[in-house]
T-cell receptor, first 117, second 110 residues
């Protein structure tokens, strides 16, 4: 089992550009969450997807959007990049557990390191 | 949203037990307590979680206070590989978001 895979591992973008990050969840997982982790800080929740819909959202502007595909993989899109968007972006997937979805463990990918210059 | 409070850092000697505290005084009745850890240059890794009763697994033990306003992650014998940032997190009853605080950086001395 490959676990949660994210791509790319690193990328550099210029202010104002748009970026798309990709995540493939662990086999058998249908729920994907995205987090932003600034240097030296804990991960901050961006949003969560399951059944191809955004279910929960953290305190992030509309420049951050996402998508989930029928195969449960997910994309995070960030428009009009700012210098402050430079961070490690983490994807986490959770297993399918009927009626107890919120209390299951999450498996994290290694993250995508985004640098905005 | 409920928050957690953890010490910024702790230090332990190798092969000794480590008790990592977490305060969550505003926890809701249906919130679960999760612990994750993050090694350098890696994504967070699940350690353990619980609701009311103490929990044990191969990695650690979780002791939950009777009033649920605090919990303690117990590593029974710290190793150098346990050096990481440990996060105590509440899983919200209103949804599925997980709120990470700053975590506790654990240093393990040989």
């Amino acid at each position: 089992d490959a676990g949660v895979t994210q791509s790319p591992t690193h990328l550099i973008k210029t202010r104002g550009q748009q970026v798309t990050l990709r995540c493939s969840p662990k086999s058998g997982h249908d729920t994907v969450s995205w987090y932003q982790q600034a240097l030296g800080q804990g991960p901050q929740f961006i949003f969560q997807y399951y059944e191809e819909e955004e279910r929960q959202r953290g305190n992030f502007p509309d420049r951050f959007s996402g998508h989930q595909f029928p195969n449960y993989s997910s994309e995070l899109n960030v428009n009009a990049l700012l210098l402050g968007d430079s961070a490690l972006y983490l994807c986490a997937s959770s297993p399918v557990t009927q009626g107890a979805r919120r209390n299951t463990e999450a498996f994290f990918g290694q993250g995508t390191r985004l640098t905005v210059v | 949203d409920a928050k957690t409070t953890q010490p910024n850092s702790m230090e332990s000697n190798e092969e000794e037990p480590v008790h990592l505290p977490c305060n969550h005084s505003t926890i809701s009745g249906t919130d679960y307590i999760h612990w994750y850890r993050q090694l350098p240059s890696q994504g967070p890794e699940y350690v353990i979680h619980g609701l009311t009763s103490n929990v044990n697994n191969r990695m650690a033990s979780l002791a939950i206070a009777e009033d649920r306003k605090s919990s303690t992650l117990i590593l029974h014998r710290a190793t150098l590989r346990d050096a990481a940032v440990y996060y105590c997190i509440l899983s919200s009853s209103r949804g599925f978001k997980t709120i990470f605080g700053a975590g506790t950086r654990l240093f393990v001395k040989a």
